[in-house]
């Protein structure tokens, strides 16, 4: 799959293209049925299957304060998308010049002069244009004189209400990762840098990877039975916990990864971190000596509550 940005001499006219259009934060099952129908369709048709998507996430040019954090990153949707066997995918950058444009400059200059669609995919909820003045309907009538068919998907609904990224959020703020797995169709995960600590988990017989400069929400606070991947290589059980650590006098919100049956130096390594299912609220302990007893506790029900590896893993 190949990744392009409009604007630079990026994304030039190819050739007829099948797209979906979204900003696709997550890549949950309800853009999985999105990017679903825009293949069947570049495959029936012989056009190139193309994602459009925006970087940085409209919100956060027009409304920066009510901004909702990032359920994935730019690399990540671009791994979760080339698995779905797209063809390219196109970043359009959001700037002032974009949210600016009419709803028909957008269909013309992006969909038909950019990208040569001759079949758009959007959801129901899709809206485009200066202050949101386009939705389905209208791009269907814009399609109509520019050359594009239009194909609206409905919402994929999840016991009884819509899929979305907002319902994706909802289920991490609340600690319920079991919840978020279903609306995603995966373990929702992060990536971040391997950086040094205090060392007090080593010193404790418990090492921990700490990561940092994460881009995305964590769920709430508490210990987690995750599976971690360094790099690309294998996946590890982890106990992983996120919080302020309390019994240490509590301070930033950390994440720390105990790999189960590890052995190694990760400082520097990505390590991608998938949270499978809850196994503890954060709590504060009356000596680091309780702390390590629960510790191994939590480490032995991560291994057990786990499946095995090569299941569902990322």
């Known amino acids: 799959m ?3 940005r409009l604007g630079s001499g990026g994304a030039q006219k190819l050739g007829p293209a099948s797209v979906a259009v979204g900003n696709f934060d997550g890549v949950h099952r309800g853009h999985q049925a999105l990017v679903a129908a825009a293949v069947a369709r570049s495959r029936a048709s012989g ?7 925006f970087d940085p996430h409209p919100a956060r040019v027009l409304r920066p304060q009510a901004a909702p954090a990032a359920l994935t990153t730019l690399a ?4 979760l998308v080339a698995a779905l066997g797209i063809d390219r995918l196109v970043v359009v950058p959001f700037d002032a010049r974009l949210a600016a444009l009419s709803a028909e400059a957008f269909a013309r200059e992006v969909l038909q002069q950019a990208l040569g669609a001759r079949h758009v995919v959007v959801g ?5 244009g200066r202050g949101r003045e386009g939705d389905p309907r209208r791009l269907e009538a814009l399609g109509a004189s520019l050359g594009f068919a239009v194909e609206v998907v409905p919402p994929l609904v999840e016991d009884g209400r819509p899929i979305s990224s907002s319902r994706v959020r909802e289920a991490l703020e609340r600690a319920d990762v079991g919840e978020a797995r279903k609306l995603l169709g995966r ?5 971040g840098e391997v950086v040094r600590g205090d060392g007090r988990g080593r010193t404790i017989g418990v090492p921990t990877a700490n990561l940092a400069s994460l881009e995305q929400i964590l769920p709430a606070h508490g210990v987690y039975a995750a599976r971690c991947r360094p790099g690309a290589g294998a996946w590890h059980a982890a106990a992983v916990n996120v919080g302020e650590r309390p019994t240490f006098g509590g301070g930033r919100v950390r994440l720390e990864a105990h790999l189960v049956d590890f052995e190694g130096d990760l400082y520097g390594a990505r390590l991608r971190v998938a949270f499978h299912e809850r196994l ?12 390590v007893a629960q510790i191994r506790r939590d ?3 991560a291994r057990a509550r786990l499946p095995p590896p090569g299941g569902g893993a990322v």
């Open 299 to 301: 480490i032995e029900a």
């Open 2 to 4: 190949e990744r392009e």
């Open 47 to 53: 056009a190139s299957a193309v994602v459009l998507t």
């Open 280 to 291: 503890r609220g954060e709590q504060r302990f009356e000596s680091p000596d309780a702390l």
């Open 76 to 79: 990540q949707k671009e791994e």
């Open 187 to 191: 373990d929702y995960f992060v990536d």
């Open 124 to 128: 129901e909820s899709f809206r485009f």
